[in-house]
Structure formats: structure tokens, C-alpha cells
């Protein structure tokens, strides 16, 4: 009984500091989206790091809660709905996925596989960069607004340092490994195909505006590849430290 009710304690404290966590890390640094009335955050990397820690419920809560509170906060309440879906899906799938590794042996299989996500990711990061984002944008640092230019080869180096992350990670990992980077990566893309919808359905007809929601295709990458480069490295110190927390559900 005093072990279920430690375990309990212990679940709600770890989920209330994730979801601030999470809603921090969103708020700490944002670049407005005209195009879609969106924003880019490093949220992500507190989402991923709670649902690789403590698994798919408390990720779930602090992905989708801390993120939605981000948005209230900063002004975006009309994401806040959306929001609050999306992020506990991210959450709750990588979570599930991390926790149930099907331990396959073959090497080879998750290094092709994180290779190919990689690529992917970082080439479709430079396109849609260099086509639509390319040019002004403009920087919201707390309450203040920089506006400055956006060179192509920006886009560039930031997709082919993508792509290298990802397949370098893939390259280097064990299978178990691999299959964290995957979690991770499943659920971001969850994340970017969420918003994209929601900004293609919802957002457009709200404000009554040509919503080009593929415009922000690069930046919810952006985030989901930040928000891995911070969390994949973190979470295995940490599993290093407390073997603990390397657990499944």
C-alpha cells in the first residue's frame, strides 16, 4: 500500500514539473508565423524528454496540457484547442513506442531506417525553407518583435544538418537505440501533419485568410529536429545516471 501511494506521489510530481517543463521551454524563445498565425518553440524537447522518461501518460499530460498553457499564455489561444490533441498525441505515442521496443536484433534494419527519416526530413526542412521562408521573417523575443532577412543557404545548411543528425544517430546507436530515435521521430511527425491539418481546416476559415500551411512544414520540423538533438543526448546521461527511469509501462 505505502509503495502503490509512493509510486502515485512520485507520478504526479514528476508530471506537474514536466508540464511546466514543457510550457517553458515553449514560451522561453518564439518565432512568429505570418503565414499560418503560428509560431516556432523548442517545446518539443521537454515534451520528448517526459514521455521518454516517464512514459506515455505523463508525456501525454505535460505535452499536451504545458503546450497548451504556452499558447494561452503567449497570445495563441486560438491554437490552444489543437494544441492541447496534438502535443498529448506526440507525447502518448512516443511514450507507447519507446516503451514497447520489439527488440529486434538486426543492426542494419534501424540504421536504413533512421538514414532514410533523416534524409527525408532534412530535405523536405530545405525546400519548403528555401521556397517559402526565405527572405523577411520576424523574431518575438519575449515582448519585442526583430525583423531581419533569411538567406536560402540558411535553409540549406539547416536541412543537411538535419539530415546528418538523424543518420549519424542512426549510424552510431544499437538497435535499442534506434528504436528511442524512431519513437521520437513518429511522434513529431505526428505533430507536423496535426498542425497542418488543423492550420488548413481550422485556422484559414477562422480569420478568413489563404492559409499556405504548408509554410510551416519547416518550422514544426524545425522543432521536432531540435527538439531530438536536445532530447536524444539528455535522456541517455539520464538513463546512464538512474537506470531507473530506463523502464517500460
Known amino acids: 500500500m505505502f509503495q502503490k501511494k509512493a509510486k502515485s506521489s512520485f507520478t504526479l510530481a514528476v508530471t506537474a514539473v514536466s508540464t511546466a517543463l514543457v510550457s517553458i521551454a515553449t514560451m522561453i524563445f518564439s518565432v512568429y508565423v505570418p503565414a499560418t498565425r503560428g509560431f516556432f518553440n523548442i517545446g518539443e524537447s521537454m515534451v520528448f524528454l517526459s514521455a521518454l522518461l516517464f512514459g506515455s501518460y505523463v508525456g501525454a499530460f505535460a505535452g499536451g496540457v504545458g503546450s497548451m498553457l504556452a499558447d494561452i499564455l503567449l497570445g495563441y489561444s486560438y491554437y490552444a484547442p489543437a494544441t492541447l490533441v496534438i502535443k498529448a498525441f506526440e507525447g502518448y505515442i512516443v511514450g507507447f513506442l519507446k516503451s514497447n521496443n520489439p527488440r529486434l536484433v538486426s543492426k542494419t534494419r534501424w540504421k536504413m531506417l ?5 534524409v527525408l526530413a532534412g530535405s523536405v526542412l530545405a525546400i519548403i525553407g528555401v521556397v517559402y521562408y526565405s527572405g523577411t521573417t ?70 478568413n485568410i489563404q492559409v499556405v500551411a504548408v509554410a510551416e512544414l519547416p518550422v514544426n520540423i524545425g522543432q ?15 538513463w546512464k545516471a538512474f537506470p531507473s527511469l530506463k523502464r517500460s509501462e
Open 114 to 118: 533512421t538514414i532514410f527519416l533523416g
Open 138 to 207: 520576424e523574431v518575438t523575443l519575449g515582448t519585442t518583435v526583430y525583423a531581419f532577412s533569411v538567406p536560402t543557404e540558411l535553409w540549406i545548411i539547416l536541412g543537411v544538418l538535419a539530415a546528418s543528425f538523424i543518420a549519424i544517430v542512426g549510424l552510431a546507436a544499437e538497435p535499442e537505440f534506434g528504436w528511442t530515435v524512431f519513437s521520437v521521430i513518429c511522434g513529431g511527425l505526428v505533430m507536423v501533419l496535426g498542425y497542418f491539418t488543423y492550420q488548413l481546416f481550422i485556422i484559414g476559415p477562422l480569420f
Open 224 to 238: 521536432m529536429v531540435i527538439g531530438a538533438v536536445v532530447a536524444l543526448p539528455s535522456v541517455k546521461v539520464i
